[in-house]
């Protein structure tokens, strides 16, 4: 009895300061607020979520880890306060991208020079997005001009190996691709499908830049070529942006506790007009392996569900089932996601059409 007395007298303070610790870890939040939060930009919860032990690479249900999410907001207040607790600059997202990628996507000057300035690889090894192909599809002319400035590689090529050019010819950025140019941007490799800068400039009937990217012999003859030799275009549609801001206001005032209905009947506005458009008939062309991956906000781990497409490659993508398969996704993380692949399908020239039913499959089930 004396050694068990003795032995309680001894454990006793430990299991005190296990219990005192125990609410501070209490405190931390899951993967919604979390993103919900530091979209908001409150760098003072941030903060605090920090000091009482969060993971500096907590990732949550959408975009990434802290960093990446005030990346993409262009919030370097945010950036800097994760990247002094330890997070990573180059740690990558569920769709290998990083925060440069993201903050380069969405336009965030002052964050990506901040990314480089603090270690953010520039370029990346292999066949990958960069920020280069995110800045130069999404017309960002000056930060294109930025990232050159600062070495970035102008003949990068993607894991479908569009190259960089490709992507500001397909969205007919005419500055950029005679910046690209001038930095030495090659025409002439071709993609996956075999096709080349020149291709998407026809097929895209922009005759300026197919001029820009040709010679003279290339062109007399791309013009004299019946249009279909070209494919059909597929334009990117900013329906899935929109989706995506109102999904974002959406959540950001459930988490303030106001009323969504208007934002709610702009959505299913918003969803009308995507079923609409998905009811054109468009050409079937087979593309590369594309893959949705879910996962309900608030799901344990190993929870949750996985939309997928594959387009004949399944063995790309580690962890994938048969090929030719679409399961079926639900919830707003789904829909977060799917707007992702949607964006990355749409960079990479790809068919959106299945993607889209997806969109509005995901979005039906949340607003019933």
Do not use: C
Request: glycine share 8%; proline share 6%.
């Amino acid at each position: 009895m004396n050694t068990l007395f003795r032995l309680a007298r001894h454990l006793l303070p430990v299991l005190l300061l296990a219990v005192l610790a125990s609410p501070a870890r209490a405190g931390l939040p899951d993967s919604t607020r979390f993103t919900v939060v530091l979209e908001l930009g409150n760098v003072a919860q941030a903060q605090e979520w920090l000091e009482e032990g969060l993971p500096p690479d907590f990732v949550g249900d959408r975009i990434g880890t802290g960093l990446m999410i005030g990346a993409w907001e262009g919030n370097v207040p945010m950036m800097e306060l994760f990247v002094r607790h330890g997070a990573r600059v180059d740690q990558t997202n569920a769709l290998g991208e990083q925060a440069l990628q993201l903050a380069a996507w969405q336009g965030r000057t002052e964050a990506v020079r901040w990314l480089l300035d603090h270690g953010a690889s520039l370029n990346r090894q292999g066949k990958q997005w960069s920020a280069l192909h995110y800045a130069a599809f999404a017309g960002h002319t000056e930060l294109v001009r930025l990232l050159l400035a600062r070495g970035a590689d102008v003949n990068a090529q993607a894991p479908n190996q569009s190259s960089v050019l490709m992507m500001a010819v397909r969205e007919g950025h005419e500055d950029t691709v005679q910046d690209l140019l001038k930095a030495g941007a090659d025409p002439r490799p071709a993609n996956d499908w075999g096709d080349t800068a020149l291709t998407w400039a026809m097929r895209y009937n922009n005759l300026k830049i197919a001029k820009m990217v040709s010679s003279a012999a290339e062109f007399a003859q791309a013009v004299k070529a019946p249009p279909e030799v070209f494919g059909t275009p597929v334009r990117s549609a900013p329906a899935p942006a929109e989706v995506s801001e109102i999904l974002r206001q959406i959540r950001i005032a459930r988490a303030q506790g106001q009323n969504v209905d208007d934002l709610e009947q702009a959505l299913f506005a918003m969803a009308a007009k995507l079923r609409a458009e998905a009811a054109v008939p468009r050409p079937k062309r087979a593309p590369n392996a594309l893959y949705i991956t879910a996962r309900k906000p608030g799901t344990g781990a190993g929870e949750g569900e996985r939309a997928e497409l594959s387009y004949g490659a399944p063995d790309s993508h580690p962890g994938t089932g048969k090929a030719g398969t679409l399961a079926a996704s639900s919830g707003a993380g789904d829909v977060s996601e799917i707007l992702q692949r949607m964006r990355r399908a749409q960079a990479e020239g790809k068919p959106v059409d299945d993607l889209r039913q997806a969109l509005l499959d995901a979005v039906a089930r949340m607003t019933k």
